[in-house]
């Protein structure tokens, strides 16, 4: 089934919202297949955000998310990288619905709270890089009565 990662950012360990974000997946029906809580230097978060290297924001936005530690993460089920998105939100927590995490839980685009893969294909690369040993390999007992 499809997977995608999610990582809770510093700024969501600091102000208390793992245990929130982590239920917000978990009730959806969506599956954990990984979850480590790390701090990451800035080669790798270079390499995480690579494809934002011109950005202005570069620089601020590494420096952001070495700055403390993070709950890094590998979902899954069908749909979850779209999905996620939905549930995270808006980049920009102004233009967040309520309801999302960002829209629930952030104000500034550079303390948005969690990141989420953008498509399957950046899931892909983004679970190899973080989870280079692979997803857990379980199943859950309840998948008959969150799947028809
Ligand atoms: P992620 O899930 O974190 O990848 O966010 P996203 O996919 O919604 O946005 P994107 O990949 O375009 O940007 C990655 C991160 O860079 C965002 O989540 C923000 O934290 C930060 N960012 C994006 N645009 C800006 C900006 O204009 N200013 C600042 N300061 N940060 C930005
Ligand atoms: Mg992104």
Redesign the pocket.
């Known amino acids: 089934m499809e997977q995608t990662f999610i990582?809770i950012?510093p700024d969501g360990v600091q102000r208390g919202l793992v245990g929130e974000i982590i239920c917000r997946f978990e009730k959806k029906g969506f599956y954990l297949k990984g979850l480590k809580f790390i701090t990451v230097d800035q080669s790798f978060a270079e390499k995480h955000?690579a494809?934002?290297s011109a950005?202005?924001?570069f620089a601020?936005?590494v420096e952001?998310i070495i700055s403390g530690p993070v709950v890094a993460m590998i979902w899954e089920g069908k749909g979850v990288v779209a999905t996620g998105?939905t549930i995270?939100g808006?980049?920009?927590p102004a233009a967040s619905a309520p309801g999302t995490i960002r829209g629930d839980f952030a104000i500034?685009?550079?303390?948005?709270v969690?990141?989420?893969?953008?498509s399957v294909e950046s899931a892909r690369k983004e679970i190899a890089l973080w989870f280079p040993e692979g997803p857990v390999n379980w199943q859950n007992s309840l998948h008959p009565w969150i799947y028809e």
């Open positions: 990582m950012k955000y494809d934002l950005k202005p924001f601020g936005l952001y998105r995270i808006a980049t920009n500034d685009i550079g303390r948005n969690i990141h989420g893969s953008d």
